[in-house]
Structure formats: C-alpha cells, structure tokens
C-alpha cells in the first residue's frame, strides 16, 4: 500500500513538483519516500526511511535536476521499512527505475528465475523484481516498449506501475492491474499518480487508467494499450471539479480537524447528490429480493446505519456485511437474482473490490455509493452515486461517513414514495429534518469543541472505553468507536445496548467510562434501564442526549447536550462529538490524528 506519482514537464526540473506532490499523496503511506528523475542520460535518486518532509531536510529532494521523474511514499509490505527497500528501485546497471504499489505475488519466483540469469538484488522488495525483468526483456528485444509489456505480462497480482529509463529518456511507462492509477494531462506537461490530489493544481484533466492496461506518457501526450492484445485505447479525460484548497489544511493543525469541521458544508453537497443516480440505485434496490450492504470500516457502519433505514422508512430487508467476510458468508448463495450496494470512500479497498470481483462472476448486480469518480469501484459498478464528500486527507474518515448516512437515507426515502411506504406527512417531516442536518452540523462543530475537548482529558488514561446505543445508532456506537482505538490508541468496545447484559457487563467497575448515545427516540427507556445497570456498577456514564433531557441528565456524570432534532437524522449528527472526542483525544496524548500508525488512509491489499 504505497502511491506513486510520476511526471514530465517542457522546462525546469520535476523533482520539486515530485515532492510537493508526493506529499499529498503521504495519506497513502509514510514510512519511506523516494524520486528518480534522469538527466544528461542517467538516472539519479534520492530515497531514504521516514516521512517526505524529513527525507527532504536531509537529502534536500528538490537538488534533483532532470525534467522527467518517479516519485513514492510507501507503507511497506514486502520488506522493513528501509533506505534500501524504499522505492525507486533499479535495475543492475542503474538504467530502469520503478515505482509500485500493490503487491507482484509470484515475485519469488521470478526473482530466483532472474538471479540464475546472474541479477543482482539489492533490496527485500517484490518490486525490485520488475526493474530486473524488464532489464532481461530489453536484452531480447532491444525496444524498450516490448520489453516493459512482455515484463509485465509475466506479473501476477496487483500493481500500479511507473517507469523511467535511459533508453527511452523521454517516455514514463506506466501499467494498471488492481491499483488506482490516473493520468493527468496538460499542455507543456503530462503526470501520473495514484490520486489526482498529487497534480490537481497542474491540470483538472484526467484520465483513469484500467485494469490491464499500460500506458505511455511525454511531452506529446499520452498513449494507452490493452496489456493482452495490444489494442490502442481512445480515452478521452473527464474534468474533476476538486480544487487544491479543498485538498489542503486551510489553517487547521491536522487534516482531521479541518474535515471534521467542514461537514455542513460537506453534507449540503451530499443532500444535493445527484438524482438521477438515487433514483437508478433505488429502482434496483426496489426489484431486489434482498439487498445486501457491504463495505469495510468506516462505509460497513455506514451499511449499519442503512440497513435500519431501508427497513424503518421502506420495510426493505438489507444485510449489512464486511466486505472481507462477504465471500465466506454469502459466496455460495449468491448469483443472477442477488443485489448488493457496496459502499467504499476511496473506490479502491482492495476487500471491497475482492468481494465486487467475486459478485461479478456470479452476475449480481453491483451498485455502489463512492467518493472517488474514476475509481475501480465506480468503472465496475452498473450504477452508482457519488457520496460528494469532496477529498478526504486525514486517514481517519470522517466527512466521508456523514455524507454515507446521508446517502442511504435519501436512498431509503426514494424507495419507500416508491413502495408507497410514507405518507405525504412523514415525508414533509423528513425532508424538513433533512434541510436542517447542515445547521445543525455546523451549530454542534461550532458549540461543543471546548466541551468535548474536557472530556477528551477524562478519558485519555482510561484503559478501556465502552460505547453503547440502540436502534439506528448501534452503528453511531461502532463508529464512534472506531475512531477513538485508531486515532487515540484507546482500546475501546461497542455493544448493543441490550446485548451488554450477555457478557461486557463483566468487566464495568469503578470508573469504567461508558459513552451512551441516547437520542429521544422509541429506545430511550430501554436505553436509560442500561445506563443505571451501569451506574450501579459504578461505570462513569458519558451521555449524549437531547439538552432538555433531565432525566438522562441526572443519571449521567457527564452529559454532552444536543439540540432537539428527528430522530431519524440522530445518527448523521450524533457521531460529530465522537468524531472530535477521538480527534482530541488523539492530540492531547501527543499524536498524528492524520496519521496513525500501521494504517493507511486506502488498504488496497487483502
Ligand atoms: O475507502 P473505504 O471507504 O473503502 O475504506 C474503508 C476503510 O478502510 C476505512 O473506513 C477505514 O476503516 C478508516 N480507517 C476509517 O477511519
């Protein structure tokens, strides 16, 4: 799980626009970086363990000279991280080098094929392997192109792919299988990345590659073959309507903090997503037997939350599932009559996409709701709709999960006008609470920081957190709770509320801090009977409960009020105040929120 970004431009030196770039592209991985760039007909790199900032105070990136270049954030897979197996990586003689990111699963193989052949690796990587094929093939052939397609035609697994060489010093090769990988065009320029963030100040045109296809880029243009046949591909680039500023901190000390706070400007793009999509989504959902849900993290809470709003609102059965468990579950009973809406902020989860392929084989229909247009998530769909969350940095989503919720509820309400399931009464009501979600979002965000941030300093030295909730916020409870244990570190629990009975209660005693999301709707005396459970076993209770709810108020030892609002939408606001309290908390024990450890904002291997 790495991102590349390769690029070549008419004047001046690449390496700056590399590492500038590159830095965007850090949410992907972050614990080595390099650049090659060739000039006056030799390849010349920099790469080194650590971040792209770090690496660049040290070797000073930018000194780089040459106007064509690979760049690389990795998060290593095969191989420590390291100097040495930091990409990019050479061929034996300094004259191929590469950048990927995925994983080339036959790679001993070729590497041993290749060392009998006297190749001389130098690092533990699998993607070393390619730069020596392709060295091999350029000795059969002695044409560069040949060489790179016979090379990776050998490949098998997954991979992004970007290539420089002395032989073709004008040309970045370029190969897609099971990795995101677009082409940027421009006129006295032409990119390549992973994501468009990293050249999105350069050009908005761009141009996503398919799986199995190569692609040739230079100061002329770009090419692009089916690996197979040969075939030449027309693709003609679609426009992205993202700007830079909407990438960037915009002032905030993290980019948690700033997506955190940018929701109701976020979830009024998402109650606008486009009709038409909704409309194609739910006509499917409609003449489906049963629906399943599936996503990973963060999207299979928001499968959570969907699956009480398709049978609350339209009495339409969905099963929510994590998408790496799909295949063992539900492979052997799904096929032609099975639907199933994968939900996926990046498009590229490599579980998701698993599980998309698997679905695809047995015909189901695939529907998807997704934050990345050009992703393989929406090329393999039959429909989708665009969740609009706009780009998502911090690797914690955040933004992206509200403008989910919002999603599968405007969805849940097209079905039910269509099964004929809500009154005229019920969908005033709704579409009125749904008009309010912006404001209100914005008078949370603005209101409860301080408040939050105290009770982030209650909790931070807590061994363990307990969530709990019932109804439509059981997936408010799993969410919030996600966010603390990955960004803060903070082992933590979700429970239904009523399944704590049957087994966590074991391990409340005094002090045990347990958040209760505990809006005004059908579950609150039931919920109220949990918390004093808890109470009498001396747990700290943490509620959130409407401001006038006296009664929860005088049970709870800590009580974060919000304003009155349908029940229906509690789930899309509720998770705000977790989300800070897990950014705060995250902060004040003196870590990266945008950061985290070991993860990596998409897990594109399985
Ligand atoms: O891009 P996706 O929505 O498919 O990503 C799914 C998960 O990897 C993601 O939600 C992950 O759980 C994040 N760490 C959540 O903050």
Same mark, same amino acid.
């Given at each position: 799980?790495?991102?590349?970004?390769?690029?070549?431009?008419?004047?001046?030196?690449?390496?700056?626009?590399?590492? !500038?770039?590159?830095?965007? $592209?850090?949410?992907?991985?972050?614990?080595?970086?390099?650049?090659?760039? !060739?000039?006056?007909? @030799?390849?010349?790199?920099?790469?080194?363990?650590?971040?792209?900032?770090?690496?660049?105070?040290?070797?000073?990136?930018?000194?780089?000279?040459?106007?064509?270049?690979?760049?690389?954030?990795?998060?290593?897979?095969?191989?420590?991280?390291?100097?040495?197996?930091?990409?990019?990586?050479?061929?034996?003689?300094?004259? !191929?080098?590469?950048?990927?990111?995925?994983?080339?699963?036959?790679?001993? =193989?070729?590497?041993?094929?290749?060392?009998?052949?006297?190749?001389?690796?130098?690092?533990?990587?699998?993607?070393?392997?390619?730069?020596?094929?392709?060295?091999?093939?350029?000795?059969?052939?002695?044409?560069?192109?040949?060489?790179?397609?016979?090379?990776?035609?050998?490949?098998?697994?997954?991979?992004?792919?970007?290539?420089?060489?002395?032989?073709?010093?004008?040309?970045?090769?370029?190969?897609?299988?099971?990795?995101?990988?677009?082409?940027?065009?421009?006129?006295?320029?032409?990119?390549?990345?992973?994501?468009?963030?990293?050249?999105?100040?350069?050009?908005?045109?761009?141009?996503?590659?398919?799986?199995?296809?190569?692609?040739?880029?230079?100061?002329?243009?770009?090419?692009?073959?089916?690996?197979?046949?040969?075939?030449?591909?027309?693709?003609?680039?679609?426009?992205?309507?993202?700007? $830079?500023?909407?990438?960037?901190?915009?002032?905030?000390?993290?980019?948690?903090?700033? =997506?955190?706070?940018?929701?109701?400007?976020?979830?009024?793009?998402?109650?606008?997503?486009?009709?038409?999509?909704?409309?194609?989504?739910?006509?499917?959902?409609?003449?489906?037997?049963?629906?399943?849900?599936?996503?990973?993290?963060?999207?299979?809470?928001?499968?959570?939350?969907?699956?009480?709003?398709?049978?609350?609102?339209?009495?339409?059965?969905?099963?929510?599932?994590?998408?790496?468990?799909?295949?063992?579950?539900?492979?052997?009973?799904?096929?032609?009559?099975?639907?199933?809406?994968?939900?996926?902020?990046?498009?590229?989860?490599?579980?998701?996409?698993?599980?998309?392929?698997?679905?695809?084989?047995?015909?189901?229909?695939?529907?998807? !709701?997704?934050?990345?247009?050009?992703?393989?998530?929406? %090329?393999?769909?039959?429909?989708?709709?665009?969740?609009?969350?706009?780009?998502?940095?911090?690797?914690?989503?955040?933004?992206?999960?509200?403008?989910?919720?919002?999603?599968? $509820? $405007?969805?849940?309400?097209?079905?039910?006008?269509?099964?004929?399931?809500?009154?005229?009464?019920?969908?005033? =009501?709704?579409?009125?609470?749904?008009?309010?979600?912006?404001?209100?979002?914005?008078?949370?965000?603005?209101?409860?920081?301080?408040?939050?941030?105290?009770?982030?300093?209650?909790?931070?030295?807590?061994?363990?957190?307990?969530?709990?909730?019932?109804?439509?916020?059981?997936?408010?409870?799993?969410?919030? %709770?996600?966010?603390?244990?990955?960004?803060?570190?903070?082992?933590?629990?979700?429970?239904?509320?009523?399944?704590?009975?049957?087994?966590?209660?074991?391990?409340?005693?005094?002090?045990?801090?347990?958040?209760?999301?505990?809006?005004?709707?059908?579950? %609150?005396?039931?919920?109220?009977?949990?918390?004093?459970?808890?109470?009498? %076993?001396?747990?700290?209770?943490?509620?959130?409960?409407?401001?006038?709810?006296?009664?929860?108020?005088?049970?709870?030892?800590?009580?974060?009020?919000?304003?009155?609002?349908?029940?229906?939408?509690?789930?899309?606001?509720?998770?705000?105040?977790?989300?800070?309290?897990?950014?705060?908390?995250?902060?004040?024990?003196?870590?990266?929120?945008?950061?985290?450890?070991?993860?990596? @904002?998409?897990?594109?291997?399985?």
């Amino acid at each position: 799980m790495c991102r590349i970004f390769a690029g070549i431009i008419k004047e001046g030196d690449i390496a700056p626009i590399l590492r !500038i770039g590159l830095k965007r $592209l850090e949410y992907g991985g972050y614990d080595s970086a390099g650049i090659a760039t !060739i000039y006056e007909g @030799k390849i010349h790199v920099k790469k080194d363990k650590g971040k792209i900032d770090e690496i660049h105070q040290k070797l000073n990136l930018d000194e780089l000279k040459g106007n064509i270049g690979i760049a690389h954030t990795r998060w290593a897979t095969h191989g420590a991280p390291s100097k040495i197996n930091a990409h990019p990586h050479l061929d034996c003689n300094g004259n !191929i080098a590469i950048v990927h990111n995925g994983i080339i699963e036959n790679f001993l =193989e070729l590497k041993q094929e290749l060392e009998q052949l006297n190749h001389k690796f130098v690092s533990k990587t699998d993607t070393e392997v390619i730069a020596h094929l392709i060295e091999e093939y350029y000795k059969v052939f002695k044409n560069f192109k040949e060489a790179f397609i016979e090379a990776i035609k050998r490949l098998q697994g997954s991979y992004a792919i970007s290539v420089i060489s002395t032989y073709e010093p004008d040309k970045i090769f370029l190969a897609k299988n099971g990795a995101p990988l677009l082409l940027g065009k421009g006129k006295d320029f032409n990119f390549a990345s992973s994501d468009a963030i990293a050249f999105i100040d350069k050009t908005k045109e761009c141009i996503p590659l398919e799986d199995n296809e190569i692609a040739i880029i230079s100061l002329e243009g770009y090419e692009i073959y089916k690996l197979g046949s040969g075939t030449k591909v027309n693709r003609k680039p679609i426009f992205l309507n993202w700007n $830079l500023e909407q990438a960037s901190k915009e002032g905030y000390d993290h980019y948690m903090l700033k =997506e955190i706070m940018e929701q109701e400007t976020s979830m009024r793009w998402s109650l606008n997503a486009q009709k038409i999509y909704l409309e194609l989504i739910s006509d499917y959902m409609d003449k489906a037997d049963k629906v399943f849900l599936v996503g990973a993290g963060t999207s299979y809470h928001s499968c959570v939350v969907g699956s009480y709003y398709y049978s609350k609102l339209a009495t339409v059965t969905t099963i929510p599932v994590i998408a790496s468990e799909f295949i063992e579950n539900y492979g052997s009973s799904i096929d032609i009559n099975t639907t199933i809406l994968f939900v996926s902020q990046s498009g590229e989860t490599a579980d998701v996409l698993n599980a998309v392929d698997f679905a695809r084989k047995r015909a189901c229909t695939i529907l998807a !709701i997704c934050n990345v247009i050009g992703s393989t998530l929406t %090329r393999v769909a039959r429909a989708y709709v665009l969740q609009q969350s706009g780009p998502e940095i911090g690797v914690a989503a955040t933004k992206t999960y509200t403008s989910q919720l919002i999603i599968h $509820l $405007l969805l849940a309400l097209n079905l039910a006008k269509k099964r004929g399931k809500i009154s005229q009464y019920e969908m005033d =009501e709704i579409k009125e609470a749904l008009n309010e979600i912006p404001f209100l979002a914005g008078k949370i965000l603005r209101e409860k920081s301080k408040e939050i941030k105290e009770v982030a300093k209650r909790i931070i030295n807590k061994n363990h957190v307990f969530f709990l909730a019932r109804g439509l916020n059981y997936g408010t409870a799993l969410e919030g %709770r996600l966010k603390l244990l990955e960004i803060a570190y903070i082992p933590s629990t979700a429970y239904p509320a009523g399944e704590s009975k049957h087994g966590p209660i074991s391990l409340i005693e005094e002090g045990v801090p347990i958040i209760f999301i505990a809006p005004k709707d059908e579950t %609150r005396k039931q919920i109220i009977g949990n918390m004093m459970e808890m109470k009498t %076993r001396g747990a700290e209770i943490i509620t959130l409960a409407e401001e006038d709810d006296e009664e929860i108020k005088s049970l709870s030892n800590i009580f974060i009020g919000m304003p009155k609002m349908n029940s229906i939408i509690t789930p899309i606001l509720y998770i705000l105040p977790l989300q800070l309290l897990a950014y705060y908390s995250s902060v004040l024990k003196g870590l990266d929120p945008d950061k985290p450890r070991n993860l990596a @904002k998409s897990v594109t291997v399985l």
